[in-house]
């Protein structure tokens, strides 16, 4: 097995055993309302949403804060996870848009359907798959939203290329990641468990506008979250990644 597939088989597992509560163990992200708060959640965005998105949210900010979606747009979450950003863009593309969530465990995907349905959601759809193989068709998408995902990819290069391509011209990217403060060391990658935690695999900012503008991305910008300033001893803090497509 490559190091790639032992990276990609352990995230798959971390997650899959969170959503089904047996890793209660949270990355850095969230897991109820007042830190939802902290990581630029509003108390009257999340006070409508069901415990079961809020006890899962493992996010690095808030994508939907961005501004960036409108009416009737089609919006894409790259691991969208217990699907807390999923069920708040709804409200923001309204009947006339769509947003659709993407991820790699089955668990998660039940997760997130579970509590779109008690909520009544029309608008939105969970889908099974990966991130590095987006099963849209190109030219799709208005919004990419991602929120502590893609520095879990061994493959960002495909991530990359992929969001590109479902994306519409003139589409954009809404990311919150975890970006590494210098570049980790090899040893620090091949270590599975600091990988899933969010850690290892994240890259820096200048890599991050390096690999966009490589697959074509123009107006790239990694702004550092301002409650960032980097988790003690992690080597990353949370930044906004926005981009567009000419
Ligand atoms: C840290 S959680 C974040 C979940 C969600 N975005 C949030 O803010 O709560 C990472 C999620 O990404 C999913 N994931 C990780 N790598 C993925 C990949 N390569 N393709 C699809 N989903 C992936 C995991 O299954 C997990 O649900």
Known sequence: MTQEQTIENAVRDRYGARAKNLDSASCCGPSNVDDLLSHGYSREE???LPESAIVMAAGSGNPTALGMIRTGETVLDLGSGGGIDVLLASKRV???????????????VQRASDSAQKLGLQNVEFKLGEIEEIPLEGESVDVIMSNCVICLSPDKKHVFQEMFRVL???GRLAIADEV????????EKADADKWC???SGAITGLEYVRGLEEVGFMDVL????????????????SAFVSATKP
């Open 180 to 187: 590494a403060l210098k570049p980790f060391s090899n040893e």
């Open 94 to 108: 309204g009947m006339q848009g769509k947003v659709i969530g993407l991820d790699m465990t089955k668990e998660m």
């Open 46 to 48: 999340v006070g409508p």
């Open 197 to 199: 935690s969010c850690s």
């Open 168 to 170: 519409r011209r003139n």
């Open 222 to 237: 990694v702004k550092p979250l301002e409650r960032g300033g980097g988790y003690a001893g992690t080597g990353v803090l």
